[in-house]
């Protein structure tokens, strides 16, 4: 293995390390010894030369993504101790060994203290992101250790990290296959059927991220007309159908994700669905009054703190149209996913929307990711997922 390089913060730039928080800013770094590549494995050090922390070093505003707070070798068995670790985490809540749920996230980044990774589960499928170099490079002896740990219970591991790695990166990413072959693309979830294209779909192939909340809907749907926007793989379409609703619509811009959503409804024997390929915004003109539960998941708005204001904008203009439409009474359900979008200010975003529509609105519930999205409480930024269940009068 590279001997590993030697980074020197500035003076008073490591006390978010010493907070365990696991980035390191390059803004913070006082000097780099030796000629360091993106992906090397560096120790950080304070001004003292006091050791703070070992990570990968990337280009770009965050240059260092701490995966271990102890001086170490991060060889097969490292990584093997960390997974381990995550899948420990999966039995404790219930998943790693679930009949009626075998689709969920086996790794993920930050909040499995290995930053830059993620690996979501599904039926015997593990598909692995990484979004830095230093996590591609590992991600042999993440295999192996993935194998070894798991058994008969892994099929196939599917490297989906073309999309996802830094854009200037000198080493490039080439989705495909590192091990074995799958033996189904069907999963349950809550005892819900799904087909998952992680090869073709978005991001590793499905939302795994919403199961709970998707699990929440059904207590509201029963006999209800239900509006399901920016649907992709129709998740929450299905939880709607099987749950009593009198009728559900799909809708996205997507012929593909269209094309999914009508095929995991007739996977699960549904009847009485339709789906729309349409801009939602184009589809939500004209409905007043048409639905009793509108779902609003739409994709990130923003992925930048350069783009966010322009977010906003996207999302209160969405939620109004939404509250403008929704039947008296309605129940809305309605999400951001963008990190850079904190919880307090999708909050507001939301408010000003209400004002926008002349709508009176209750907060029912506040969601967010699941327990195998887990979020390290030195690193808050991995609560990426806001929700609001809202009445609208």
Not at 308 to 318: D, E, I, Q, S, T
Not at 347 to 370: D, Y
Request: glycine letters at 8%; proline letters at 3%; one cysteine or more.
């Amino acid at each position: 293995m590279q001997q590993k390089i030697k980074i020197t913060l500035s003076s008073g730039k490591d006390q978010s390390l010493r907070r365990f928080h696991p980035w390191v800013f390059s803004g913070a770094i006082k000097k780099i010894y030796g000629d360091v590549q993106e992906g090397d494995v560096v120790d950080v050090y304070d001004n003292k030369d006091n050791f703070l922390g070992t990570g990968h070093y990337q280009i770009g505003s965050i240059a260092v993504r701490v995966f271990s707070f102890n001086q170490v070798i991060p060889d097969k068995n490292f990584w093997k101790e960390k997974i381990l670790s995550a899948i420990n985490y999966r039995k404790q809540l219930g998943l790693y060994d679930n009949a009626h749920t075998n689709v969920y996230r086996l790794l993920f980044a930050e909040g499995d203290g290995m930053p830059g990774l993620i690996i979501d589960f599904y039926n015997g499928t593990a598909v692995l992101q990484t979004h830095s170099i230093g996590m591609h490079l590992a991600k042999t002896e993440i295999t192996d250790a993935l194998r070894e740990l798991m058994g008969d219970k892994l099929k196939c591991v599917y490297d989906k990290s073309e999309e996802t790695m830094p854009k200037q990166a000198k080493v490039k990413a080439t989705n495909g296959y590192l091990w074995g072959k799958p033996e189904s693309n069907e999963v349950i979830e809550n005892g819900k059927k799904f087909f998952i294209d992680w090869e073709g779909g978005q991001k590793t192939g499905f939302f795994v991220d919403q199961r709970e909340n998707r699990s929440i809907l059904e207590k509201y749907v029963s006999g209800k007309k239900v509006l399901n926007t920016f649907c992709y793989t129709g998740g929450f379409s299905v939880y709607a159908g099987m749950a009593g609703a009198a009728e559900v619509h799909s809708v996205d811009s997507s012929k593909k994700a269209i094309y999914l959503t009508d095929k995991n409804i007739a996977l699960n024997n549904l009847t009485n669905h339709q789906s729309f390929a349409i801009d939602t915004f184009d589809f939500l003109k004209d409905k007043e009054g048409d639905y009793d539960v509108i779902i609003l998941d739409p994709p990130a708005f923003a992925k930048s703190r350069d783009v966010k204001h322009n977010a906003v904008m996207g999302y209160k203009r969405l939620n109004a149209e939404a509250m403008k439409q929704i039947k008296k009474g309605g129940i809305l359900f309605t999400f951001s996913c963008s990190q850079v979008v904190d919880r307090y200010l999708f909050n507001h975003t939301i408010t000003s929307a209400a004002i926008v529509a002349g709508r009176k609105v209750r907060v029912i519930q506040h969601l967010s990711q699941p327990a195998d999205h887990p979020v390290n409480i030195f690193h808050p930024e991995g609560e990426y997922l806001k929700g609001l269940i809202l009445q609208v009068e």
